[in-house]
């Protein structure tokens, strides 16, 4: 018999974050969809791509999604293989159950339903994200975005005064005095940098939002935690919001048993730290300059 990946999301789950994998028969996946609790989920939940919903996902590259609608119906999502989205609504559960079945017996193939709007990489609302975060090229990229994108703004627009101008030579005095300002100014920046790459290198966080346990360790040495088991989350972090460096922070986790987990914004930055702990406040410290040995 016929079996495919299905998964639920729910209005806690971030984009790509889905509970309840498995491999399921049409009547199983049909099961999974009645007992999801569509009354609670649905109420002032978002009727997009991201949603409380159930998904299936077929080995061809296909995925149906079905979330709530408005007045009690429900949207039914497809993904096809080369990353279209198209949609269809439907006015019962009865009715969701005809497209499953339909979904299962033309192996993962629907007909009959209007394109969505355009949507930037659609694949990432059907598809499971890992949620992992690691001190890689990415990281580093992410580090120095803000810094980077200041200094090519910088050299395009007062390199504009130079239009029309066949003088080389001072475009390129021009381009390494702006170079020489900007690494000056965030030379603290880069300095952090490297600090927390020697505290945080080789380790790994795998956290989502919707999930009550995060796993943090180095690569061969993993430990398992539960969210429920913190008691405070404190952010060391200059006071200055103009400051170049003021998304580099040092996060110290503590448990009940006075365990602790140290980490920075290098392997995962502030703004996503705290959107994987809705329900837990994190505590902002100042500290001019945040390395990790000067927290204590």
């Known amino acids: 018999m016929i079996q495919l990946l ?16 498995a491999h399921r ?12 609790p569509w009354k609670t989920e649905r109420s002032l939940a978002s009727v997009e791509l991201t949603c409380p919903s159930i998904t299936i996902e077929h080995p061809i590259g296909t995925y149906l999604k079905i979330g709530p609608y408005f007045s009690g119906k429900y949207s039914l999502y497809y993904l096809t293989t080369n990353k279209k989205v198209y949609y269809k609504t439907v006015d ?10 339909v979904y299962f017996e033309q192996e993962g193939t629907l007909d009959g ?10 694949g990432s609302h059907f598809e499971t994200d890992t949620f992992e975060y690691l001190t890689d090229t990415k990281a580093s990229i992410k580090f120095f975005t803000l810094p980077v994108t200041i200094v090519l703004i910088s050299i395009v ?3 504009l005064r130079f239009i029309g101008q066949p003088n080389a030579s001072g ?12 690494l000056i100014l965030f030379s603290p920046l880069i300095f952090l940098y490297f600090n ?17 346990e995060f796993i943090y360790g180095t690569k061969d040495n993993k430990k398992l935690y539960k969210k429920q088991d913190i008691t405070s989350i404190n952010t060391y972090v200059t006071p200055s919001h103009k400051s170049p460096w003021r998304e580099c922070e040092v996060f110290i986790i503590t448990f009940k048993d006075g365990e602790q987990l140290r980490f920075t914004s290098l392997l995962i930055s502030n703004a996503t730290l705290r959107n994987k702990f809705p329900d837990i406040p994190v505590n902002e410290n100042n500290k001019f300059f945040p390395t990790v040995e000067s927290i204590e």
Not at 6 to 21: D, M, T
């Open 113 to 122: 339903l209007k394109k969505y709007s355009f949507t930037i990489n659609p």
């Open 157 to 159: 627009l007062f390199g």
């Open 196 to 212: 927390y790459l020697s505290a945080d290198r080789d380790y790994y966080l795998q956290i989502s939002k919707g999930h009550e």
């Open 6 to 21: 299905s998964k639920a999301q729910y209005k806690r789950s971030e984009k790509g974050e889905f509970h309840h994998i």
């Open 25 to 36: 028969t049409v009547e199983e996946t049909i099961s999974l969809i009645r007992s999801y």
């Open 92 to 101: 019962t559960l009865e009715d969701v159950d005809k497209w499953v079945k």
């Open 171 to 182: 475009i390129l005095h021009f381009i390494g005095v702006i170079l020489s300002f900007f």
